[in-house]
Nanobody, 124 residues
Framework: QVQLVESGGGLVQAGGSLRLSCTAS????????MGWFRQAPGKERELIGA????????YYADSVKDRFTISRDDAKNTVYLQMNSLKPEDTAVYYC?????????????????WGQGTQVTVSS
């Protein structure tokens, strides 16, 4: 299984932007579909974005559509989550995950590798 490390979290004011990165090692990154999840205190983990191994198809949760963009750079073994127009309700721990699939993966149990998470805090 591939190992994943997230970075780029932090504290930002509402309306601001952050870019999260997730770098993979120990596996053929280009063969994995990737996803970004988040979990806020007291809430269930939710999928917010996903991308196929080819990068040709993406999925976004309604809560982040038109504000967040997922992309990947296979040369750098990295998937990104560009987050714009951040809101206090975006505050959460953000996780990336990898799945062996040719399609966008929207079910969390189908992801076999997970990062440790990075905290994003949006102040009002």
């Amino acid at each position: 299984q591939v190992q994943l490390v997230e970075s780029g979290g932090g504290l930002v004011q509402a309306g601001g932007s952050l870019r999260l990165s997730c770098t993979a090692s120990g596996g053929a990154f280009s063969t994995y579909a990737m996803g970004w999840f988040r979990q806020a205190p007291g809430k269930e983990r939710e999928l917010i974005g996903a991308i196929t191994k080819s990068g040709g198809s993406t999925y976004y949760a309604d809560s982040v559509k038109d504000r967040f963009t997922i992309s990947r750079d296979d040369a750098k073994n990295t998937v990104y989550l560009q987050m714009n127009s951040l809101k206090p309700e975006d505050t959460a721990v953000y996780y990336c995950a990898a799945a062996r699939s040719p399609r966008v993966v929207t079910i969390d149990r189908n992801y076999g590798s997970w990062g440790q998470g990075t905290q994003v805090t949006v102040s009002s």
